[in-house]
């Protein structure tokens, strides 16, 4: 690694070895993860690489492949695996500078990676569209970072996740060597780069769908048993006529630490966080009540009435991170429930060992319960046997506390030869080496 070399063939890039930005921008949320955060709490880059435009990005990835310096992509850092941490130390590349929307036409945003889900969100909002789909932290997660590191997100209840057909338009990405090429993707090719953590390319430009701006409610609906909200969660999931960016289930344990909506939550209570559409309001009221729910809290999205905290932070990884803050003897799983007899059976045999949360997600044309459960952390042997109590249960695990590809993905893993394409784009492995277990650069082949 030649890093003088590499720094003097940026020209006019911005680059900063500054300690405070080395250390900032050295890391993600691994810390959910005791396990992680013991293995990268000291990774740290040589320098952060802060590209303005596909050109500058085009100089880096040549001045990275002619002088042997890693490059790890950096969007918000808001991943949970490691994504963002550079194990190889090297280069961050941080490509928040690339944040322009470029054409909304025929229902696709074209936009380049590095712009906030949030603002693309207000700018889309402004022309009459919106997201299908976000992650909760969307404040700081970046377009880039949501597709090389994400699976799905506030809208998948409807939309499903990413890999869904029609979900990723197309992707432009650039390659690491000595004369970097611009590569196009469209469809199902979006593949080779969706959720493989800036492994296979340095993704400059994305196309995603959208729809017609809805002025979404909140609903809060709270159960006295955990089991009617689970079947409320399927009976919103199959009303079809019920427009819906949000459906989801926290038992009564993990909703005492959504502090602001505490008092809209009686004492024992499990909940839905749900996300409607005015035109399907009455009918999730009748779905409530069908199930022993009762509706604390209905309010216009984003309307100053109820908690200022967005009820959308009570779902996916922002259950979690609630918890979290405060309990740091915690950490969680990731795990998808087949049927609820697997759910009930787990929570009648763990008790106060896990925390549970359940996200209702649309899935090859049905839908499927995803779950973030919060687990009592007592040391990896438990955790393991956590792991494999789950799965022999029938209930898959894609382990967070492994930071590659290959070991973390399981049934998130996508279709398509993903290590071939890495060959192609990245032949000396340059790209957040250590992410891919299974890849050797080419010349050592």
């Given at each position: 690694?030649?890093?003088?070399?590499?720094?003097?063939?940026?020209?006019?890039?911005?680059?900063?070895?500054?300690?405070?930005?080395?250390?900032?921008?050295s890391?993600?949320?691994?810390?959910?993860?005791?396990?992680?955060?013991?293995?990268?709490?000291?990774?740290?880059?040589?320098?952060?690489?802060?590209?303005?435009?596909v050109?500058e990005?085009?100089?880096?990835?040549?001045?990275s492949a002619?002088?042997?310096?890693?490059?790890?992509?950096?969007?918000?850092?808001?991943?949970?695996?490691?994504?963002?941490?550079?194990?190889?130390?090297?280069?961050?590349?941080?490509?928040?500078?690339?944040?322009?929307l470029?054409?909304v036409?025929?229902?696709?945003?074209?936009?380049?990676?590095?712009m906030?889900?949030?603002?693309?969100?207000?700018?889309?909002?402004?022309?009459?569209?919106?997201?299908r789909?976000?992650?909760?932290t969307?404040?700081?997660?970046?377009?880039?970072?949501?597709?090389?590191?994400?699976?799905?997100?506030?809208?998948?209840?409807?939309?499903?996740?990413?890999?869904?057909?029609?979900?990723?338009?197309?992707?432009?990405?650039?390659?690491?060597?000595?004369?970097?090429?611009?590569?196009?993707?469209?469809?199902?090719?979006?593949?080779?780069?969706?959720?493989?953590?800036g492994?296979?390319?340095?993704?400059?430009?994305?196309?995603?769908?959208?729809?017609?701006?809805?002025?979404?409610h909140?609903?809060?609906?709270?159960?006295?048993?955990?089991?009617?909200?689970i079947?409320?969660?399927?009976?919103?999931?199959?009303?079809?006529?019920?427009?819906?960016?949000?459906?989801?289930?926290?038992?009564?344990?993990?909703?005492?630490?959504?502090?602001?909506?505490?008092p809209?939550?009686?004492?024992?209570?499990?909940?839905a966080?749900?996300?409607?559409?005015?035109?399907?309001?009455?009918?999730?009221h009748?779905?409530?009540?069908?199930?022993?729910?009762?509706v604390?809290?209905?309010?216009?999205?984003?309307?100053?009435?109820?908690?200022?905290?967005?009820?959308?932070?009570?779902?996916?990884?922002?259950?979690?991170?609630?918890?979290?803050?405060?309990?740091?003897?915690?950490?969680?799983?990731?795990?998808?429930?087949?049927?609820?007899?697997?759910?009930h059976?787990?929570?009648t045999?763990?008790?106060?060992?896990?925390?549970?949360?359940?996200?209702?997600?649309?899935?090859d044309?049905?839908?499927?319960?995803?779950?973030l459960?919060?687990?009592?952390?007592?040391?990896?042997?438990?955790?393991?046997?956590?792991?494999?109590?789950?799965?022999?249960?029938?209930?898959?695990?894609?382990?967070?506390?492994?930071?590659?590809?290959?070991?973390?993905?399981?049934?998130?893993?996508?279709?398509?030869?993903?290590?071939?394409?890495?060959?192609?784009?990245d032949?000396?492995?340059?790209?957040?080496?250590?992410?891919?277990?299974?890849?050797?650069?080419?010349?050592?082949?």
């Open positions: 690694m030649n890093l003088a070399g590499f720094l003097d063939q940026l020209g006019d890039v911005p680059w900063s070895r500054a300690p405070a930005d080395l250390k900032r921008k890391k993600d949320y691994f810390w959910f993860s005791p396990v992680l955060s013991a293995l990268l709490h000291d990774c740290e880059a040589d320098v952060i690489v802060s590209p303005r435009s050109d990005v085009m100089t880096v990835a040549a001045a002619r002088t042997g310096v890693p490059l790890t992509p950096r969007g918000g850092g808001t991943g949970n695996y490691g994504q963002a941490v550079p194990l190889r130390r090297g280069a961050v590349i941080d490509m928040t500078g690339l944040a322009r470029i054409e036409a025929d229902g696709v945003v074209t936009v380049e990676a590095g906030t889900l949030h603002a693309l969100e207000q700018a889309l909002r402004a022309r009459g569209h919106e997201l789909m976000f992650p909760s969307w404040e700081t997660a970046t377009v880039g970072g949501f597709v090389s590191g994400g699976t799905g997100g506030v809208g998948s209840v409807t939309w499903g996740g990413l890999r869904e057909p029609g979900n990723l338009i197309g992707a432009s990405l650039v390659t690491v060597e000595d004369t970097p090429r611009l590569i196009d993707l469209t469809g199902s090719q979006c593949n080779l780069i969706n959720r493989t953590f492994t296979t390319g340095l993704l400059v430009r994305l196309a995603l769908p959208v729809q017609p701006a809805v002025d979404w909140d609903l809060l609906v709270t159960f006295e048993q955990f089991e009617d909200a079947a409320f969660g399927h009976a919103m999931c199959k009303a079809q006529g019920v427009q819906k960016r949000l459906c989801s289930i926290s038992d009564d344990r993990q909703a005492r630490y959504f502090r602001p909506y505490v809209y939550i009686p004492e024992g209570s499990a909940i966080a749900l996300m409607v559409a005015p035109a399907g309001l009455v009918a999730a009748e779905l409530a009540a069908a199930h022993n729910g009762r604390t809290l209905e309010r216009a999205s984003g309307g100053e009435e109820g908690p200022s905290l967005p009820i959308y932070e009570l779902g996916f990884n922002h259950a979690t991170q609630h918890v979290l803050r405060r309990e740091r003897g915690h950490t969680y799983l990731q795990t998808i429930f087949p049927t609820p007899e697997i759910l059976g787990l929570r045999r763990l008790g106060d060992e896990v925390m549970w949360h359940v996200e209702f997600i649309g899935f044309g049905g839908h499927v319960m995803n779950s459960p919060v687990v009592r952390y007592t040391g990896e042997e438990r955790l393991a046997e956590l792991i494999a109590i789950f799965e022999n249960a029938g209930a898959p695990v894609a382990n967070p506390h492994v930071y590659t590809v290959e070991d973390g993905s399981r049934y998130k893993r996508l279709p398509g030869d993903q290590l071939g394409f890495k060959h192609d784009v032949p000396q492995g340059l790209l957040n080496p250590g992410k891919m277990r299974t890849f050797m650069p080419s010349e050592t082949l």
